[in-house]
T-cell receptor, first 114, second 116 residues
């Protein structure tokens, strides 16, 4: 079973602070996605990374895929209350036939206080 | 553009009653379809996935079943609901071929099921 360990599980910070969420595994993933979910809604894709060492930026969000494609991080600069939500990492396992199935991390609940 | 519809948004059912949740996708053909369950504020557990009409794979043993009677329709069912079936159910679709950019799944708005 391929697992994605996501940390921290909870993060409560003040507006303007920086934060990093981590997603780690002992398995290699062919790609990794980050989703953001608000209460009562489905997850919405933020980014996909597919190349080891890849870095992508989306405004104040920076995503990195580890060189060995076993881990990823999400860094938010100058967090705002609108960033509050559940952040999920998910990956496609590189081994075997997965039919595009995603393995999800446990999620990080981020709360940004004004 | 592609859209995914999931209904109902909220459902309260007594223990022992049947269940039918429906998901439909528009604007694409032969999608992969998925049903997930999510505990409050946590990650998603894959329940079923389908790569074509009538093709259903179950990921975990449970009281639920899934069917795909049409290309873009995915149904989650139960004959008799248990208290433990309560949760947030999400349907998702992905293109059959990802062209090397990684599998991207697009989610419906979810159904909050409460079994009382």
């Amino acid at each position: 079973t391929q697992l994605l360990e996501q940390s921290p599980q909870f993060l409560s910070i003040q507006e303007g602070e920086n934060l990093t969420v981590y997603c780690n595994s002992s398995s290699v993933f062919s790609s990794l996605q980050w989703y953001r979910q608000e209460p009562g809604e489905g997850p919405v894709l933020l980014v996909t990374v597919v190349t080891g060492g890849e870095v992508k930026k989306l405004k104040r969000l920076t995503f990195q895929f580890g060189d060995a494609r076993k881990d990823s991080s999400l860094h938010i600069t100058a967090a705002q209350p609108g960033d509050t939500g559940l952040y999920l990492c998910a990956g496609v396992w590189a081994g075997g036939t997965s039919y595009g199935k995603l393995t999800f991390g446990q999620g990080t609940i981020l709360t940004v206080h004004p | 553009s592609q859209t995914i519809h999931q209904w109902p948004a909220t459902l309260v059912q007594p223990v022992g009653s049947p269940l039918s949740l429906e998901c439909t996708v528009e604007g694409t053909s032969n999608p992969n379809l998925y049903w997930y369950r999510q505990a409050a504020g946590r990650g998603l557990q894959l329940l079923f996935y389908s790569v074509g009409i009538g093709q259903i794979s179950s990921e975990v043993p449970q009281n639920l079943s899934a069917s795909r009677p049409q290309d873009r329709q995915f149904i989650l069912s139960s004959k008799k609901l248990l208290l433990s079936d309560s949760g947030f159910y999400l349907c998702a679709w992905s293109p059959t071929r990802t062209s090397g950019v990684g599998n991207i799944q697009y989610f419906g708005a979810g159904t909050r099921l409460s079994v009382l």
